[in-house]
């Protein structure tokens, strides 16, 4: 293909993610009278600086996931920080792109472009999970205590603190539980393990799915094989959380207003409620990651609606829709189009279990 006609495909394509995210937005505009032309008068008047840095920094926070995943994979086989990089961001995309059933997808393209065994990157992906749910327990825990420091009258406020404590609580608990497991199998490794599961996978349902998961992040936990990787995985972590908390700050400031109060605490409070929000259903109020952000701002901040929800919605697209003009393209250029990966997904999930039976068997 001449040069070109490539750079022809690729704006088509980033044409067409562009025009792909505004349809997906178009769900987010149904709180109360807001609509998208309230959006863009209300982007009219934003900073495009903090909001052009704040893209800038969701990429910078794919980087640093994909250094992460470096000291994860590094002890399994080569480890290359550019190809890890650009299969996260497609990885990504394929989330935004399929929902909650393009999360096998990531794995299995760092496979292939790795070369490395795909049970193996299952395990590394369930492994990153523990370390982002640990990550969420402790912003929801701190957002918490920010949360009760202050006084907030109202029956929303009253109904979200139940939540974040509910929420807090059971990813404490689970936290607690995966580190236990994770210095158990560090010690003795997993061949007891994979003789208690052996008859749970051999079997069919739920409890056989499960089992598989448990296997694979079992076999991921021994790729850290050192407290010198195990550090740098938490401080990759770390930076990874604050860079985003700098997003929800700068975003926030470039509205203006009361939304140019928030403070680094204020912004922390924000991405605890948001994280919350995409776990559970507030009454009278609904569920997902912008009706938490809304919530913040509104009820704790006593930010206008319209700036709180405008302010809410671009969270989204920089966070979660953004690695698409980046990611698709990426995927366009490995050779995979929409219809493989729904297909990828579908059939990932049935091959990774019958790994996991074969595997021990042997």
Not at 59 to 73: D, E, H, N, P, S
Not at 258 to 274: P, R
Request: proline share 2%.
């Amino acid at each position: 293909m001449r040069a070109s006609s490539r750079k022809f495909l690729i704006a088509a394509v980033v044409l067409g993610v562009l025009v792909f995210v505004v349809y997906r937005a178009r769900g987010l505009f149904h709180f109360g009278d807001f609509s998208g032309a309230k959006l863009l008068h209300a982007l009219r008047d934003a900073n495009f600086f903090l909001l052009a840095i704040s893209v800038v920094a969701i990429y910078g926070c794919y980087a640093l996931r994909a250094l992460r995943w470096k000291v994860f994979q590094q002890n399994l086989g080569p480890s290359r920080f550019w190809n890890i990089y650009a299969m996260t961001l497609a990885g990504f995309s394929s989330v935004f792109l399929l929902g909650r059933a393009g999360e096998p997808i990531r794995p299995f393209l760092l496979a292939r472009k790795e070369k490395l065994p795909v049970s193996g990157m299952f395990g590394i992906y369930v492994l990153e999970r523990l370390f982002d749910a640990a990550s969420a327990a402790v912003i929801a825990a701190i957002g918490l205590l920010l949360f009760q420091a202050q006084a907030h009258p109202g029956e929303t406020t009253s109904k979200l603190q139940t939540a974040v404590k509910t929420t807090g609580s059971v990813l404490f608990a689970g936290v607690l539980g995966a580190a236990v497991l994770l210095v158990y199998l560090r010690l003795h490794g997993t061949a007891l393990l994979e003789r208690r599961l052996k008859s749970v996978i051999a079997s069919h349902g739920w409890k056989a799915k499960f089992a598989a998961i448990v296997l694979e992040f079992a076999r991921g936990v021994q790729t850290i094989r050192s407290w010198g990787q195990l550090a740098l995985a938490v401080l990759y972590s770390t930076a990874h959380w604050f860079l985003v908390l700098l997003v929800y700050l700068w975003v926030s400031h470039s509205f203006g207003g009361k939304l140019a109060g928030i403070t680094l605490s204020d912004a922390m409070l924000v991405m605890a409620f948001t994280l919350v929000g995409s776990a559970v259903q507030v009454p009278g109020v609904g569920g997902g990651s912008q009706a938490g952000s809304i919530i913040a701002y509104t009820a704790i901040f006593g930010v206008e609606r319209e700036p709180a929800v405008a302010a809410a919605i671009v969270l989204w697209l920089i966070s979660f829709a953004m690695c698409t003009v980046v990611g698709v393209p990426l995927l366009v250029r490995e050779g995979w189009s929409l219809g493989e990966l729904r297909q990828m997904a579908k059939s990932e999930e049935a091959a990774e279990l019958q790994d996991a039976r074969g595997e021990i068997a042997e």
